[in-house]
């Protein structure tokens, strides 16, 4: 299928305003994509796909999740992280799409996860920054995103942590195993540099 | 051994400072235990051993995670969580304790973990609230700690799970399953609790 019957098929499946939000992740993608050295063409493909069960009922995703054996525990955690496991089911069983890097960028946009790829970086951090996001720091993470995508994940993760603290409501342990990780790699990349700096 | 000597045995591990706070636990933990029906003497006997390792040499510690076989993962992590592994791995093979339920919530009195027994709330909550501890929102986990101990803690694990986010360190996934174990076991109480109102 080619990129404007992806385009056709994927704004049929949500209302005007996920689809603008769509449109600015594709973008943000892109950007992000050029300026760190990813690949453009799956960084646009994720993108545009990543929200495409996301206005899809509860009933149905949840139908999915049990019947098409998606990891169960989704059921117990908040019900915003379903969309980004079953788009991943719903783009490979009705679009044919079969990248699997693709497929990870997209099922794990939400949660993050322990060793994210450039390209789960590139999606997680244009969903948390495109032009029509609006919460408290995100002009951080947008400035943090200039120079490094682990430090604004981090950043991006911190927000949504708070917010569930603050809610008091349950946080996905692949939320924590991704800051993690970000974390060490950051950390790993300075010991490089001071023994770079320090040869 | 008997708890005069346990007593004895662990005071020489520790500074006055450490050892106070070791009373102050050991206070809070029986009072814990008398409120909300849990095992009195093993309340005792866990609060009294909890930070026997907390003292060591960090280069000790890390020797015996080595060579003792315990979670690799935790080098990876914070120090402050090494000393209850090693503490539990301390007292059961130079005191002789041998009691599992003891030995577990020394082990996860800092952590915590997905599915806390009642000595292990007691034990964390008691290190959390001892009369010596002094830190934004104490005041509040010791008000929680009158009605309920899930709640206590819930908000104990938010002021460390904040503290972690603020000073950008990795956050041990245990504390994330012990926090999301406790706020499942509320809603359940609360289900429960409905249907009997309802019924």
Known sequence: MDLDLLREATRGQ???RRWKHTLGVVETAIKLAERFGGDIRKAELAALLHDYSKAWPISRMEQIIREQGLPS?????DREL????VGAWAVHAELGIADDEVLDAIRYHTSGRARMTKLDKIVCLADYTEPGRD??????????????????LIAGFDSTITLLLEKGRRIFPLTIDARNGL????EANESQQSNVNGG
Chains 1, 2 share one sequence.
């Open 14 to 16: 949500m209302p005007d």
């Open 73 to 77: 525990e989704l059921l117990e955690h």
């Open 82 to 85: 379903w969309h980004a496991h």
């Open 135 to 152: 919460f408290p720091g995100v002009e951080k993470i947008r400035k943090l995103a200039e120079k490094s995508m682990e430090e604004a």
């Open 183 to 186: 974390i060490e790699q950051l």
